[in-house]
């Protein structure tokens, strides 16, 4: 496989680990919005349901932007594909 | 004035500007305590901010066309991030979102998952690569991956489409707010807003735009973030509102099982003026189906992930490395306001209905209420309104109704507020409107100026020239928007909300599949795009003149139907079709690959 076709390979499965994350927080847990509700986990003491739709989920999705753009790097940098010099 | 060393020194003019900016909210303070009224010290936020912007737009002329389309590219991530945050923040995200939570609650929160959400896709599927590509405009993209013309005005019409939905609304918040600001008819404060739009984008394109939405960020968050935390305080509720509010939260549940929600009658409901609103659902309670939630978050992530206006923020970052990074910190940027709305609108809510605090309504007599001043000033804007139903002499929890915008514009007076900070929430909802406007208008203007004029009518067009006519399209649309605005034809989040359907229906499988499917050809994605723009479109018709639902799905989430219908038409149409050639095979792994040279050239 040449070098181009590995770094797409890789670039790939780490989109899809990220896209699996991102639909867990986006979608799938509002699945279950009465059961979250009726969860005794209340983070900071509010409803889980409630947290998740005003901060939980929306911070998740910070760090996992961070988090893919850091794996990316990674990525690009083992395959030496870095850009240099314009940043 | 702005190459190289302003570049540099940006932490510091953006840091002296925040401190001027602080600096004169204490100076209306003062003013006020001096005795300025109300009507002046709104009028001075709003010129003293609109001014700043205008002279950021005039310092960032330009006679380049990369400076006019992509800022030069040179915008670094942390301050791209604040400005996509104010290009992506409207006038509805400021001043209705609490507004839309206070009434609805949990089912509207599904808006706060999906417009952040979305920017997952955009960081992951799309931004990086599309910064490779190099492109000025999203049809720019679209016409170079899949060649032809025709592909070309496709992106063109649905881009126009959804971005122009989006813009009326954001050019009528804009004259909103001035008229109740400078007070002055609407009219004619449409105009207004427009000519303050115009200004800080004429001269400088996308350069202009850029420094004046990072300075417009600055002011939104202050004067969304100051009432919050200050309200907070004030109540007793809890230094860091954010983390602290659970037992108010209880406190709501508790008093609505009190209280209860009583339905009003349809006479009765009759007397209420119109676009006032009364409490009827659970704050919050899950009260909507996961299918409703989750189809509403859908299309607002999918339609993020597809609105030109925001895509092409991307484009003026130095790297693809740090447009990558620049969605994170946009998210970051944005992630502020929002987790702060659910918090306001708790604020808000608990204040009113609490017969424990001084400013608790509910349960009051009615008399009392009605003498109250702050009652008589938003009952005379048409924000407020109570009446005695069932005639018992004291306001029950249905008998009072308020504006979507009041929860934002009245609270701080609510709550006993000084004055300043209203003045200090009208200048930050003015900043959200116009900055959103901006991009909008310059999204569509430079699509018709880049892509129709100068790449398929007259190819040969000098850099001069094709200035101009960027110029002359970005008056005529900001023109025709604020004449439709003026008609006041539908409610800000209403189009808002209808411009991501637009999006999601024509342009996100061609955009996605553009980088991800080196299969995908020429019709396929022209099929995708008016095929998915034509059933999203009948299908917003079909229910808003009563036909029935197909899966549930409502005016608001139209672009299920849309983009799904844009998917199978691309490809079935692109298997059915000619693989694409060679060169555009190989042009679609050089998008791939994040280092070397952009695909299109700096200036093409």
Not at chain 2, 84 to 110: C, E, L, N, P, Q
Not at chain 2, 325 to 347: E, H, N, Q
Request: aromatic share 12%; net charge positive; proline share 3%.
């Amino acid at each position: 496989m040449s070098k181009q076709a590995q770094h797409w390979e890789k670039t790939r499965n780490l989109l899809f680990v990220t896209l699996a994350i991102w639909f867990v927080f986006s979608i799938g847990i509002f699945f279950f919005g009465a059961e979250m509700e009726a969860s005794s986990f209340r983070p900071l003491g509010y409803p889980l349901s409630y947290y998740m739709t005003c901060q939980g989920s929306l911070g998740i999705f910070v760090i996992l932007i961070f988090w893919f753009a850091n794996q990316q790097e990674k990525i690009d940098e083992e395959f030496g594909y870095t850009e240099r010099g314009d940043d | 004035m702005i190459k190289g060393k302003f570049i540099d020194n940006l932490p510091k003019v953006y840091g002296i500007y925040t401190g001027g900016f602080l600096v004169f909210i204490i100076l209306m303070a003062i003013a006020e305590q001096a005795g300025m009224t109300a009507k002046t010290i709104g009028i001075c936020f709003v010129a003293f901010t609109v001014s700043i912007y205008a002279i950021i737009g005039y310092l960032s002329r330009t006679l380049q066309l990369d400076a006019y389309y992509v800022a030069g590219r040179q915008v670094p991530t942390v301050f791209n991030g604040m400005a996509t945050a104010a290009d992506w923040m409207s006038g509805a995200s400021f001043v209705a979102m609490a507004g839309g939570i206070y009434f609805k609650g949990y089912g509207y929160m599904a808006l706060l998952v999906g417009w952040t959400g979305g920017y997952v896709l955009v960081a992951s599927l799309l931004a990086p690569y599309l910064r490779k590509f190099g492109c000025y405009t999203v049809p720019d993209f679209i016409g170079t991956r899949y060649g032809g013309n025709l592909a070309r005005v496709s992106a063109v019409i649905v881009l126009t489409v959804a971005s122009f939905t989006y813009v009326t609304a954001q050019i009528n918040a804009t004259g909103t707010i001035a008229s109740v600001a400078l007070d002055i008819p609407f009219g004619i404060a449409v105009y207004v807003g427009l000519a303050s739009i115009l200004i800080c984008s004429m001269l400088g394109g996308m350069r202009a735009v850029t420094w004046t939405q990072v300075a417009q960020y600055i002011v939104l968050i202050i004067a969304y973030l100051l009432p919050v935390f200050w309200i907070s305080n004030k109540m007793g509720a809890g230094v860091f509102p954010h983390l602290m509010l659970a037992d108010e939260v209880a406190r709501i549940a508790e008093l609505e099982g009190q209280f209860g929600f009583t339905k009003n009658s349809a006479a009765d409901l009759a007397t209420v003026p119109k676009g006032l609103a009364g409490i009827t659902k659970a704050h919050s309670s899950v009260n909507t189906t996961p299918w409703k939630f989750i189809s509403l978050a859908i299309c607002m992530m999918a339609g993020t992930a597809s609105l030109p206006h925001v895509m092409m923020r991307y484009f003026t970052t130095p790297s693809v490395k740090t447009a990558r990074r620049s969605v994170g910190w946009s998210l970051f940027f944005i992630f502020l306001l929002y987790s702060s709305a659910p918090m306001l609108a708790t604020l808000s809510k608990l204040s009113l209905m609490d017969p424990n605090l001084s400013t608790g309504i509910i349960g009051k007599s009615i008399s009392d209420v009605q003498a109250l001043d702050w009652y008589q000033n938003w009952n005379q804007a048409n924000l407020m309104f109570v009446s005695d139903f069932n005639g018992n002499g004291t306001l029950d929890l249905n008998e009072f109704f308020m504006g979507g915008k009041a929860v934002v514009l009245a609270t701080p007076e609510i709550a006993g507020l000084p004055y300043v900070i209203s003045g200090l929430v009208a200048a930050g909802g003015m900043a959200a409107a116009m900055s959103t406007a901006d991009g909008l208008v310059l999204a569509i203007a430079n699509a018709l100026s880049h892509d129709l004029y100068y790449k398929i009518i007259d190819p040969k067009a000098d850099t001069a020239k094709r200035l101009i006519v960027a110029r002359v399209l970005l008056v005529i649309i900001g023109f025709a928007g604020a004449t439709i605005a003026a008609m006041e034809i539908q409610g800000i989040l209403g189009s808002v909300i209808w411009a991501f359907d637009f999006a999601m229906s024509g342009l996100f499988f061609p955009l996605v599949l553009g980088v991800w499917w080196k299969r995908a050809n020429a019709p396929g994605a022209v099929a995708g795009m008016l095929v998915g723009l034509a059933v999203g479109t009948w299908y917003l018709i079909h229910v808003r003149t009563g036909g029935a639902p197909i899966w549930g799905v409502t005016q608001l989430t139209f672009g299920i139907h849309g983009a799904l219908a844009s998917l199978i038409s691309m490809v079935v149409v692109s298997l059915a079709t000619k693989a694409p050639d060679a060169a555009t095979q190989r042009m679609v792994d050089e998008v791939r690959i994040p280092s070397g040279k952009t695909v299109l050239g700096r200036q093409h």
